[in-house]
């Protein structure tokens, strides 16, 4: 399988920003759809932003216009931006990346349909 590389992750006060990074000198970020996922400590991993293959962008709502997702193909890289971090988004983040795009009956954010993942980059906010 594709190998993707997340990094960017670290630890910031509340209000900071950080940017996250996936790599991969394999998977063609263009054309697919990519996506970004948090686990943190004692929750399930869950959604927070996608871009679909033709271009359109979806946020969960915690996301309230701080974070940017994004891709650069010259690159393979895909980004996350965020900004006016608070704690609640300390977590693990992983981007994650699927080779059959859709909607899969209206399931396309869920985890499981996402087969390829970054290993992971820590982000911690304290208040």
């Known amino acids: 399988g594709f190998q993707l590389v997340d990094s960017g992750g670290g630890s910031v006060q509340a209000g900071g920003s950080l940017t996250l990074s996936c790599t991969s000198s394999d998977f063609i970020f263009e054309g697919q759809d990519v996506a970004w996922f948090r686990q943190g400590p004692g929750n399930e991993c869950e959604f927070v932003s996608s871009m679909f293959s033709d271009g359109d962008q979806y946020d969960s709502d915690f996301v309230e216009g701080r974070f940017t997702i994004a891709r650069d193909t010259k690159k393979s890289t895909l980004y996350l931006e965020m900004n006016n971090l608070n704690a609640e988004d300390t977590a693990m983040y992983f981007c994650?990346?699927?080779?059959?795009?859709?909607?899969?009956?209206?399931?396309?954010?869920?985890?499981?349909?996402?087969?390829?993942w970054g290993q992971g980059t820590q982000v911690t906010v304290s208040s």
């Open positions: 994650a990346a699927r080779s059959k795009n859709g909607w899969y009956g209206g399931n396309w954010d869920r985890p499981e349909h996402f087969e390829y």
